[in-house]
């Protein structure tokens, strides 16, 4: 047996098995099993399967290549590429296998693949974003091999989520979402999915860890699984036992691009509000109060008289802002906001986030020693972002073409028809070319090189060194550790998590 298809899941054996059994019998038998052992794990997954496997749909997307013997550069928001163990998460897969490339003389066509599911009888299917990024058809194919071409209804790309709409002349089987809130660390879970291409592949395992923050996003809140998630399950439901979408998996963890049992999932609490918003407005409409927060440091809160490191500290307020007219104060600690918790920092961007705009939400905050209540009209973040682009437009100063940024040990420069030749970078590949790396820096310790493209920082496209300054300035300025950059080497597209501040 080849070693690529030898199962890395450790066999007991019979004997072993024999006693895991004996024991659950016998707590069964006394009552100190619980509903745990009550319930266990079922006999078979299959019922489960035929109820849901119709609602799972595979996802081709084509879009324009490479030139004859280049690498095609991955979209931007999967795992993938080679291992860099000093990244928070090893690497971000595009989670699609590329196939049918077509020579053509000036434009070439690739076929990529991923997965999705229907959410709405009408036809709307649910589906990464980096799935089907940057293509010109997508096509929805079902499980019995019926194709739809696909319209896209809207993205979100802080999430990475996508919903398109197909035209069928009759209902299509559609799936529910669960509460993945209630969902718990060990409870069986299933992933459905169209890995490396071959379609409806079915894999099971348990929850490994909840909210897990991988740098992906703003509003990061992970579930964590074993189940087997590779290239091409991306934009794939995870189910519960009783067949509801609780996640939509979307990276794994992995050294090389394949999966080692450790699986990210878009939590169902996320993705559904979100989808909603796509499929009512084409766009999402969250909720915006104009501030930067930070975790309250220890000492801060036995200064303040906080009985622990709890909430959102306020480290600025922006003028004019939905929390300016509320009566927020920088130095403020959020402790609950419109009557939610707020545990630590995390939580706030995300539950703001999921706001209506438009409402007035009542604020508890930890100012003086003792706990003022406060309401706040909740903003529009879009809108607030939109008018921000407006009053700053994007200007080039004579001395972008090239920079130094001693603090990383990066030297940076504009990509230039030379620097392409020098470097073998790929045509199509657009971004800031890294000129010069020092030795013992920050970007050596990452493993960047002279030749890597910074296509993006803090998932926002640079074109200029003072591009890349400017947004790793503002990520300091909010009080952010590291900065996501996305890297292109030799067509290639790897995450690398920038330190950029203590």
């Not at 849901?52 to 550069?73: D, K």
């Not at 997508?138 to 739809?148: A, G, K, N, S």
């Amino acid at each position: 047996m080849p070693d690529a298809l030898i199962s890395s899941r450790t066999t007991l054996s019979l004997a072993a098995l024999g006693r895991v059994l004996a024991v659950a019998a016998t707590l069964a038998a006394s009552g100190l099993g619980g509903e745990a052992w009550a319930r266990g794990a079922p006999e078979t997954f299959a019922d489960l399967v035929d109820k849901v496997l119709p609602s799972v749909v595979n996802i081709a997307t084509t879009q324009g290549g490479p030139r004859p013997g280049q690498a095609q550069a991955p979209t931007p928001r999967g795992p993938g590429g080679q291992a860099q163990p000093q990244t928070p998460l090893d690497e971000l897969f595009r989670n699609f296998e590329e196939r049918n490339r077509q020579a053509k003389p000036q434009q070439r066509r690739t076929t990529a693949l991923g997965s999705g599911f229907i959410i709405d009888a009408s036809g709307y299917i649910v589906t990464n974003n980096h799935v089907i990024e940057g293509a010109t058809e997508i096509t929805v194919i079902l499980q019995d091999e019926e194709r739809f071409p696909a319209t896209l209804i809207g993205v979100d790309k802080k999430t990475d989520l996508a919903l398109l709409k197909v035209q069928a002349n009759r209902p299509l089987p559609a799936l529910t979402w669960g509460d993945s809130d209630a969902a718990r660390v060990g409870d069986w879970v299933m992933a459905i999915g169209n890995p490396f291409g071959l379609g409806g592949t079915v894999t099971v395992g348990i929850i490994s860890a909840r909210a897990r923050d991988i740098s992906q996003g703003p509003y990061d809140n992970f579930i964590q699984t074993d189940a087997s998630i590779n290239r091409g399950n991306s934009g794939g439901p995870l189910f519960n036992l009783d067949g509801q979408v609780i996640g939509i998996n979307t990276a794994i963890y992995s050294p090389n691009g394949n999966s080692v049992g450790i699986g990210f999932a878009v939590p169902a609490a996320i993705s559904k509000h979100v989808i909603a918003q796509l499929q009512k407005y084409g766009r999402t409409k969250r909720g915006w109060i104009g501030v930067n927060v930070q975790t309250v440091p220890e000492d801060l809160a036995k200064t303040a008289g906080l009985e622990r490191t709890q909430g959102a500290l306020i480290a600025s307020v922006k003028e004019g802002g939905p929390a300016e007219k509320g009566k927020i104060q920088a130095g403020d600690v959020v402790l609950s906001f419109d009557d939610r918790p707020i545990p630590s920092m995390r939580e706030l961007p995300r539950i703001v986030a999921d706001t209506d705009p438009g409402r007035d939400v009542p604020v508890e905050v930890w100012r003086g020693g003792h706990i003022t209540k406060l309401l706040v009209n909740v903003g529009e973040l879009e809108e607030a972002e939109q008018q921000q682009a407006a009053a700053n437009p994007t200007t080039i100063p004579d001395d972008a073409g090239a920079g130094t940024m001693r603090d990383l040990g990066l030297g940076l420069a504009v990509v230039t028809d030379e620097l392409r030749k020098k470097f073998q970078i790929n045509p199509d590949v657009k971004g800031v070319v890294v000129t010069e790396v020092t030795q013992g820096g920050a970007a050596a310790d990452r493993s960047l090189a002279p030749g890597d493209v910074i296509v993006e920082v803090a998932q926002q496209e640079v074109t200029t060194p003072a591009s890349v300054q400017a947004k790793i300035k503002a990520a300091k300025d909010a009080g952010r550790r590291s900065v996501l950059m996305l890297v292109n080497r030799r067509g290639e597209n790897r995450f690398v998590a920038m330190p950029v501040g203590g």
